[in-house]
């Protein structure tokens, strides 16, 4: 701002001998601007350039100057208000700023300030969205979040914090396409974790309310984004409700390939060996079982059961 402080002390220097007491009055009224802005004053800056403003405006041609002076200056001031507003943590109020900077200079013709400030309206948004998260006030969240990415649309971060916003919104589609667009958008590795588990968290109330079919693509569907061990155990058990012992069986054997030092591990080799002995497969039964033989709790019946199968 240097350059366009060193301007107007030209104006306020050549406007000293104008005859005409309006220019008098603009260039006077220009200088305690100038004065404020450097004591840091400004919104006061801006309320004195932009009267000075009005003012050189009609005087004429002899207000040129000092005309052109404020138009420079004034976008640079209302950025600057909002950039404080935004550090401040005043969001609402940095976005009313940062539109206003950037409408005023491109009226003005002031190159650079629209575009930057324009571009920082998406982080005005993404710190509300942010505060509200903190305040676990999700529904305010996500709109602040949509703004953004509406402001934003290739901001993947805005879309996975929409995500997340809605998801504690409770509006699970909503989340799972904003999570779509995050892993679009550079982050695939985040938002594919999170609807893995939003579809876990599917499954779990599916097979609460015996949607046993249901339950059973969700369990895939999370672990067609990130594979988990507990997405096969979940479908193992729906599978189990159906009477499909042999999807039961194929899921509690991935179930324990992906988790083999499971608190539970024995439990589910012990109900995959009876699976696998119910189907008449007492190679494999024997093998499940075997593999308990050591347990404290189960290891006597799974004897027992292996030398029945002998």
Known sequence: MKRILITLAAVI????IASAQDMSQATETAKMANESL????NELALTGFQEALAL?????????????????IIPQIIFSIAKGNLKAGEFDAAVEKLKEAAKTATEYAVEGVADEATSLIPQ???????AMIKDKNFAAAADAYKLAVEADPANGNASLRLGQALAGAGKVDEAIE????AAENGQADNANKQLSNIYLKKAQAD???SKFKEAIADCEASNGYVENANAYKLAASAATKLNDSKSSIAYYEKYLEVAPTAKDANQIAFTVGALYQKAGNNAKAKEFYTKVLSDPQLGA??????????
Do not use: P, W
């Not at 450097?38 to 004053?41: H, I, M, S």
């Not at 005005?124 to 942010?130: L, P």
């Open 124 to 130: 005005a948004y993404m710190g509300k969205g942010n």
């Open 56 to 72: 050189a405006q009609a005087c004429g041609e002899d207000g040129a100057e000092l005309v052109n002076t404020c138009k420079g």
């Open 207 to 209: 097979l609460k309310a």
């Open 13 to 16: 220097l050549s406007a000293g």
């Open 38 to 41: 450097q004591a840091g004053n």
């Open 178 to 181: 904003a999570f779509k667009a």
């Open 301 to 310: 019946q799974a004897k027992q059961l292996v030398e029945s199968l002998k």
